[in-house]
């Protein structure tokens, strides 16, 4: 890592025309540049301005008058929005569940992972396929079926009710905050089994040998060797689930009812039914604050790289 | 660990989510024999009049098209940048990797309802266009965080030590990065290639947004699911769209079987 | 020498005349303009979801075939007051009443030329006053319905009269209403008989009351008909606040529903298209305006998804028994006894979906 490596016309010269003329010769510092700036180019024109833009809008008074020219720049939407209660309880509503949801979908995500790993053999890639392939469906219409079987005249209760364990259908199972988060729980599962089924992939076989040959049971290769191992992905799953969950909007539509909704619901509510993007984008980049607060102290907490190594 | 005996446990509680997952899937396909027009029971005739009719429904195969166009071009640079970014984080050391990482994963917390309005004043200010490519633009910074997750997962398993030994031997870097890292971490390429393309197909929110004249498909069921007499042609084609990726991966299952 | 000097006059009246004619066949060229069967070029239309089909622009399609036509798509009266606002380039855009007076105030639409629209005189006068603002034609009315309370006669067997129904404790549970805060703080405002065009500070605090509380016997707010039509065929929404569409959709399927004439008056609201300040296919936008007044679009509109037409042939010519009881077509009084949803100023617009949002984040 620290020495730099040679040209290769230095030590080899026939070397160089085999090598040398497919990658230009380049040495590491100069290859550097050549794959920085396309992700860094990308990530500054589609995500940093916009973002940027969108900070300066909710410093916009109203929307009136061409959206582009100059407005005077007013802490109006944050002073309403403070002086909103329900709004700061909703976010955090919003967050508490999320963080639940990630939990529960990476602990449940978890045996299917291992599963795939050390259990599918050769068929590993056949069976993750097949896990994935339900979300190539509309999720919209997947959720509209799945509204189907729990309504009240729905599968579900109908056999319930057939079976004769209960006399009413139940309406707990949809319309409520208790559907949303079941809903998104079933929906983050397979998504979650990916990273933590790549880190369990890269554990060494050797270990569990070696584990077993220092006389290890099959529990305690698990909760000494494995679980530890394959804490980086755990964590990178939960995370991957609970950032985006925090302002997750389409699943409290479909299956929230009137007290289901989340604070991303709010935020789409400004832009889609209210034309008011200032207020909109004040309550996006409020959110975007809390969560990379939240971020922050998980990467003060854990160091990233552990992540990967 | 011993692949041929896998616990009763494991494997039930596999099959039981797969259950779970194409339980409303089954649904649709039976909705989509229905000759009732709205997604309800009873069934009342069976009939494939809602697939013929499909063929004649320009505009919904459009939008098919439209989604796998999109999910193809931002699923392969999501894949291509995650890669950068990976070889960047893991192979140098510089001052703002941290940055990098930050910016990387932004698009997470980044509600898309926001990032698709940030976009939209983006390019309308730009005056570009909403297009196939505005949609497949957004779709390459929402999945580059797991493309990224992913690939560096795989890449930090890897010794270093073998780049350096292919450079000692005379490769300049891009060629061993070519040639030995990439093939190295080719599964996990796959893997986020899978993945970008999974969170390219079905996605909602920025593509309302950034829709110009051509629609994805969700945008379109979207649409239709405005007139309830339209929603049995759609749910016909999302029937259809899986039992075609459906074939094709038995297909490839068997493929590989005969090889081995 | 003579004769070419005689010939060069000759060419030169000639030039000189077949100029004068060249020039007045051009300046006649616009009057005789190109045949509509041969007319070519693009339009683009900013329209709702499930307007793109090609029912609802069939007149425009035979008449000027070798136009092409192309739609973006808007999901609500915000999303596509948003578009054009950031700049959208569509000739045409599709809004409804209440929402019509900020695009006169930014300058965003065209005034519309109705003498070049063959279908005019068609469209009764008061829907050609609801596209009038600030006394010059900006919007061309064409679909239009009732609001009112839609409910399931076999569960609510008393019948429905007023829209306090949709705050009637008794439904809990069952009722629906839909999901937009100008159409909340309309309804309070019937119930109370509040004035639609002045709501006080202290009003709309206690619409916000109101409608946090409703919120117990709400099932879910519905976004798009198709989900109260499901909810009402299932049972599970006994009252709800609906459009004639849906009341129509359940008739035709034979579950047994009601569309209330509530003693406050029932609501209606119009669809208008504008055209776009500052297009460069004004003239062709007029033509596609024109040919959406027409009847066999406007038979489509009615036909095909219940909404009324601005074309007076088009409503008179309504048979299906189903429609007529949904229009109510045999009723002359039933426009009397409708409120039209008036347009709201910006403040407004503002301080009614606040006053949604809070009700929606309200614990």
């Known amino acids: 890592m620290t020495t730099t490596p040679s040209r290769p016309s230095d030590t080899f010269p026939q070397v160089h025309r085999i090598w040398g003329k497919a990658g230009w010769g380049l040495d590491r510092r100069a290859t550097f540049w050549l794959i920085c700036l396309p992700p860094l180019f990308w990530l500054a024109a589609f995500l940093v301005m916009p973002v940027l833009f969108m900070a300066l809008f909710s410093f916009r008074p109203d929307m009136r008058g061409d959206l582009f020219q100059s407005w005077t720049p007013t802490i109006n939407q944050y002073a309403s929005i ?131 040959d220092l006389g290890a049971r099959p529990y305690h290769q698990f909760t000494r060797v494995t679980l530890p191992l394959s804490a980086p992905g755990v964590l990178a799953a939960f995370f991957m689930v609970f950032i985006p969950t925090v302002g997750e909007y389409v699943t409290p539509l479909l299956v929230g009812g009137s007290r289901g909704f989340l604070y991303g619901n709010i935020i789409q509510d400004f832009f889609t039914k209210a034309a008011n993007w200032p207020l909109g984008s004040a309550l996006s980049m409020i959110m975007l604050a809390a969560t990379l607060v939240l971020v922050l102290l998980a990467a003060r907490l854990i160091d990233w790289r552990q992540l990967f190594e | 660990m011993n692949t041929s005996r896998s616990p009763i446990a494991l494997r039930t509680y596999y099959f039981v989510l797969i259950l779970l997952l194409y339980l409303p899937i089954a649904l649709l396909f039976l909705f989509s024999v229905n000759s009732n027009a709205s997604l309800s029971f009873p069934i009342n005739q069976l009939t494939l009049d809602w697939y013929r009719q499909l063929f004649d429904a320009d505009a919904v195969l459009r939008s098919a098209r439209n989604s796998l166009i999109v999910a ?171 039992l075609g990726t459906l074939t094709l991966v038995f297909i490839a299952e068997r493929f590989r079987q005969r090889e081995v | 020498m003579q004769p070419k000097r005689s010939m060069l006059f000759v060419a030169e009246g000639l030039t000189l005349a077949l100029a004068l004619i060249l020039s007045a066949c051009g300046a006649a060229a616009p009057a005789t303009e190109v045949p509509p069967g041969e007319l070519t070029g693009s339009l683009t239309v900013l329209d709702w979801a499930g307007y793109d089909v090609e029912d609802f622009w069939v007149d425009f399609k035979n008449t000027y075939p070798n136009v092409s036509v192309n739609f973006e798509i808007g999901s609500s009266d915000a999303d596509i007051y948003g578009k054009m606002k950031a700049g959208d380039q569509a000739d045409v855009f599709h809004v409804y009443t209440g929402w019509l007076q900020f695009y006169v105030d930014e300058g965003l639409v065209e005034e519309i030329d109705t003498s070049k629209l063959s279908n005019w005189d068609k469209v009764p006068d008061h829907f050609k006053k609801i596209g009038q603002l600030n006394g010059k034609q900006y919007f061309i009315p064409w679909d239009w319905g009732f609001t009112s309370i839609l409910y399931r006669t076999d ?130 936008a007029l033509k596609f305006l024109d040919t959406k007044l027409a009847e066999a679009t406007g038979n489509n509109v009615v036909n095909m998804y219940y909404y009324g037409h601005s074309n007076q ?28 949803t008036p347009n709201l100023t910006a403040e407004q617009r503002d301080a009614w979906t606040a006053m949604w949002a809070e009700v929606k984040a309200a614990p």
């Open chain 1, 82 to 212: 403070a002086s909103t209660g329900s709004y700061w309880r909703l976010l955090g509503i919003s967050s508490l569940t999320a963080l639940g949801i990630g939990g529960m979908a990476v602990i449940l995500a978890y045996p299917l992972a291992y599963f795939l790993v050390f259990h599918g053999g050769s068929r590993t890639a056949f069976y993750l396929i097949l896990l994935l392939i339900p979300f190539w469906t509309s999720y919209l219409l997947r959720i509209m079926a799945w509204k189907i079987l729990l309504g009240t005249e729905g599968v579900i209760n109908s056999f319930l009710i057939y079976v004769g364990f209960i006399q009413e259908p139940l309406t707990a199972l949809l319309y409520n905050r208790t559907a949303v988060i079941l809903t998104l729980i079933y929906v983050w599962i397979p998504f979650a089994a990916l990273p933590i089924l790549a880190a369990l992939q890269r554990i060494d076989r050797v270990l569990f040998e070696a584990a077993a």
């Open chain 3, 155 to 284: 569960k609510v067997p008393e019948g429905v009269n007023s829209w306090a129904a949709l705050m009637d404790p008794k439904f809990a549970g069952h009722v629906s209403m839909w999901d937009d805060g100008p159409g909340a703080v309309t309804v309070s405002s019937y119930i109370h008989g509040y004035d639609e065009t002045a709501i006080t500070a202290d009003q709309l605090a206690a619409v916000k009351d109101e409608w946090i509380a409703q919120r117990d016997l709400n099932l879910f707010y519905w976004a798009g008909e198709p989900e109260l039509v499901e909810g009402m065929k299932s049972g599970d929404v006994w009252v709800a606040y609906a459009w004639q569409g849906a009341y129509a959709l359940l008739l035709g399927e034979g579950v047994p529903v009601a569309y209330a004439n509530p003693k406050e008056g029932r609501n209606s609201w119009v669809g208008v298209y504008g055209i776009r300040k500052g297009t460069e296919n004004y003239d062709l």
């Open chain 2, 72 to 242: 193809l071009g931002s699923s392969l640079a999501a894949t291509v940048l995650g890669t950068m970014v990976s070889i960047l984080l893991l192979r140098y050391k510089f001052r703002g990797q941290s940055i990098l990482v930050g910016l990387a994963v932004l698009p997470l917390i980044v509600p898309y309802v926001v990032l698709g309005v940030a976009l939209l004043i983006l390019f309308s200010a730009l005056q570009i266009d909403r297009s196939l490519w505005t949609i497949g633009i957004a779709h390459t910074v929402v999945a580059l965080p797991y493309t990224l997750l992913i690939i560096a997962s795989r890449l930090a398993g890897f010794d270093p030590g073998i780049e350096e030994a292919a450079m000692d031997l005379g490769a300049d870097y891009p060629t061993t990065l070519r040639r030995v890292v990439v093939p190295m971490i080719f599964p996990a390429m796959v893997s986020a290639w899978l993945t970008a393309f999974t969170v390219s197909f079905d996605e909602f929110a920025l593509a309302l947004f950034l829709s110009g004249t051509q629609p994805t498909f969700p945008v379109y069921l979207f649409s239709q699911l405005r007139f309830a007499n339209r929603l049995p042609i759609m749910i016909a084609l999302a029937v259809l769209l899986m």
């Open chain 3, 313 to 340: 042939d088009v409503m008179n010519g309504i048979t299906d028994e189903t429609l007529k009881q949904a229009f109510s077509v045999d009723d002359p009084e039933i426009l009397n006894k409708t409120n039209f």
